[in-house]
């Protein structure tokens, strides 16, 4: 006959099934049957393999970010932890509802540091470069997000926005939003290099930023938005690369950034333009591509339909 201690939990002075199961065979008096016993040693089985494991992710967490990387995927953890997908899962599972770990896309996890914790993920600039390398994309930080880390941060962007190849679905992880937007000819556009906390970011250049503004103006703010980052941004502009990255735009881009800039007070920058439209500048084009161009004054030097009226914010 096997004895049993009644309680629903371990003594607190035995750590471990082997010292328990011990005991347990040893108590004196139970009059439990041996079925009763081999059920409730299988529970504290199963009370203390989830704890050890939920344990041991939080040492693997722990280590990594130890050693500055605060990113991994399941199949990393499962590799390091040496434990099957499925008990992967449910372990970081109970790290992300304690906050301490974020899933920004399906198997890619970020440790969140505890200054992140009110955001509920890892900035986006901090984790995008590593998700899209997991994933094998091409990218760069574009439009508004680019134009910030550039320098111009007249308005901070709320969602970070990154140019991909193809169309691709939002990130929401906390507070945090990635938005992404594609350009099929991305591979092309030039680029710098800028770090952050967590490593290198891709960033277009200046020069592509200022083209790509207007390019994907609504997704800006719209073309007044547009002009204020521009008054900005182009402190930062080298007219020679201008008119280089101009020449892998389509002319419309140009010429609206032309009038821009000369709205905004850099003609200079503009005339750096004016070679990359030669034999392309075929037809008149709405300054704001959405609205009808019938009856609106003409802009000659750029051949654009004046349809709507920019005013700079102070």
Request: net charge neutral; hydrophobic share 45%.
């Amino acid at each position: 006959m096997f004895a049993v201690n009644n309680d629903s939990t371990p003594p607190s002075h035995l750590h471990n099934w082997e010292e328990w199961r011990g005991s347990a065979l040893l108590l004196p008096g139970s009059r439990q049957d041996q079925h009763s016993c081999v059920r409730l040693a299988k529970g504290y089985v199963k009370h203390y393999s989830t704890q050890a494991m939920h344990t041991s992710a939080a040492h693997f967490i722990d280590d990594l970010a130890a050693r500055g990387q605060y990113h991994f995927t399941t199949a990393e953890a499962a590799a390091e932890l040496g434990r099957s997908l499925p008990a992967t899962r449910a372990a970081l599972r109970r790290l992300k509802e304690a906050g301490r770990i974020a899933d920004p896309a399906r198997g890619f996890f970020v440790i969140v540091p505890p200054e992140y914790r009110r955001l509920g993920c890892l900035p986006p600039e901090q984790f995008v470069p590593q998700l899209m390398e997991h994933l094998g994309e091409t990218h760069y930080v574009a439009l508004l997000s680019a134009a910030e880390l550039l320098g111009a941060a007249h308005h901070r962007p709320q969602t970070l926005q990154v140019m991909v190849a193809t169309n691709r679905r939002p990130i929401v992880c906390g507070a945090v939003q990635v938005r992404f937007f594609a350009r099929s000819d991305l591979r092309a556009t030039p680029t710098v290099r800028l770090s952050t906390p967590r490593g290198m970011v891709t960033v277009a250049s200046a020069e592509a930023t200022a083209i790509e503004l207007v390019g994907y103006a609504q997704a800006c703010g719209g073309l007044e938005q547009v002009a204020t980052v521009l008054a900005e941004l182009a402190e930062a502009l080298d007219g020679v690369q201008l008119a280089a990255a101009a020449l892998r735009s389509p002319a419309a881009w140009v010429q609206r950034l032309g009038y821009l800039l000369d709205l905004t007070g850099h003609a200079e920058l503009a005339d750096c333009l004016l070679p990359a439209l030669e034999g392309r500048c075929t037809e008149v084009v709405p300054l704001v591509a959405e609205l009808s161009r019938t009856g609106a004054e003409r802009d000659i030097r750029w051949r654009i339909a004046l349809n709507a009226s920019i005013a700079l914010d102070a």
